[in-house]
């Protein structure tokens, strides 16, 4: 009997979670785990090493291999056989986001925001109560805004 495998760390929910071929559907859609879906950003978009990849989702680096082989693996085949990619589930974590406070530097985590739950620009830092901050990421900044675009903005992607 196979041992459960670890949690992969993700770094946020994905913008969308369909995709639909044009015309004619070649079947039934092919299932995408969120994990399987960030180790494709990771590798592929970000073009990070697999030691870096594995590492950033906290998993062992043949781990990682065997999750960005399978997810590889099912956007070919939906591409090829005109399929729709269905994005869901998995066996993963969602990471904390990191913020630096601009006024006085102070770096803190806050757990990944929910449906109705507080982005990045709504938070103070906790130390002086400053609104203005930075979100880290790998170490590094981004500027957290206050603007939303059609449901999405902020520092959370929501």
Same mark, same amino acid.
């Given at each position: 009997?196979?041992?459960? @495998?670890?949690?992969?760390?993700?770094?946020?929910?994905?913008?969308?979670?369909?995709?639909?071929?044009?015309?004619?559907?070649?079947?039934?859609?092919?299932?995408?785990?969120?994990?399987?879906?960030?180790?494709?950003?990771?590798?592929?978009?970000?073009? *990070?090493?697999?030691?870096?990849?594995?590492?950033?989702?906290?998993?062992?680096?043949?781990?990682?291999? @065997?999750?960005?082989?399978?997810? @590889?693996?099912?956007?070919?085949?939906?591409?090829?056989?005109? @399929?729709?990619?269905?994005?869901?589930?998995?066996? *993963?974590?969602?990471?904390?986001?990191?913020?630096?406070?601009?006024?006085?530097?102070?770096?803190?985590?806050?757990?990944?925001?929910?449906?109705?739950?507080?982005?990045?620009?709504?938070?103070?830092?906790?130390?002086?109560?400053?609104?203005?901050?930075?979100?880290?990421?790998?170490?590094?900044?981004?500027?957290?805004?206050?603007?939303?675009?059609?449901?999405?903005?902020?520092?959370?992607?929501?």
């Amino acid at each position: 009997m196979a041992r459960q @495998r670890c949690c992969g760390l993700i770094a946020g929910e994905p913008i969308c979670r369909k995709f639909f071929p044009q015309g004619e559907s070649g079947g039934k859609p092919v299932i995408v785990q969120l994990e399987e879906l960030e180790a494709v950003r990771l590798k592929d978009i970000k073009d *990070y090493e697999q030691a870096i990849c594995a590492s950033l989702m906290g998993l062992s680096r043949p781990t990682f291999q @065997r999750i960005l082989h399978s997810a @590889r693996i099912k956007i070919a085949t939906a591409l090829v056989e005109g @399929r729709a990619i269905m994005i869901e589930g998995g066996n *993963y974590i969602m990471k904390n986001r990191v913020f630096e406070c601009v006024e006085c530097h102070h770096v803190w985590e806050e757990v990944p925001c929910t449906e109705g739950g507080k982005h990045g620009y709504e938070i103070a830092c906790p130390q002086c109560g400053s609104m203005k901050k930075m979100k880290l990421e790998n170490g590094v900044k981004h500027a957290c805004g206050g603007q939303q675009h059609q449901g999405h903005g902020g520092c959370c992607g929501h």
